[in-house]
């Protein structure tokens, strides 16, 4: 099992996602934890890394968790994915591995990964994603 942490930032219905150097699926941006990091600690610092903002602490809320076949990975590896919304200061601009920031609706659901196709479906349900 991978864990995983994500944030989830839904604009005018679109949602953000990152596209890693020399990769053609598109991921929601978070990652993992190191030792001794809390959820909150490690997506503030994974989203610093990725995408150049900071995350508000004080608005960090959990969306839901969800678990799917990993992508890219060996039959029967999952990811587990716990996600988190919250309000950000600064500019959104890609950093580190991450090549490209777009903002997808559900059209686009197919060019991302298995446990993000879940989250799109859960976010379109709750009318939030177009």
């Not at 679109?14 to 490690?42: Q, W």
């Not at 890394?49 to 602490?57: G, M, N, R, W």
Request: glycine fraction near 6%; aromatic fraction near 6%; charge should be negative.
């Amino acid at each position: 099992m991978i864990d995983k942490l994500a944030w989830i930032r839904i604009e005018n219905g679109a949602i953000l996602t990152a596209r890693s150097h020399n990769r053609d699926t598109y991921y929601i941006p978070g990652g993992k934890r190191e030792p001794g990091e809390s959820d909150h600690e490690a997506l503030l610092r994974e989203i610093k890394e990725e995408l150049s903002v900071d995350l508000i602490l004080e608005t960090v809320h959990l969306v839901g968790q969800f678990e799917a076949q990993a992508h890219g990975k060996p039959a029967g590896t999952l990811v587990r994915m716990r996600c988190y919304a919250a309000d950000y200061h600064g500019q959104l601009a890609p950093a580190a591995e991450i090549e490209e920031m777009v903002w997808l609706t559900y059209a686009d659901r197919a060019k991302v990964s298995a446990v993000a196709q879940l989250i799109f479906d859960s976010i379109h349900q709750a009318g939030l994603l177009k």
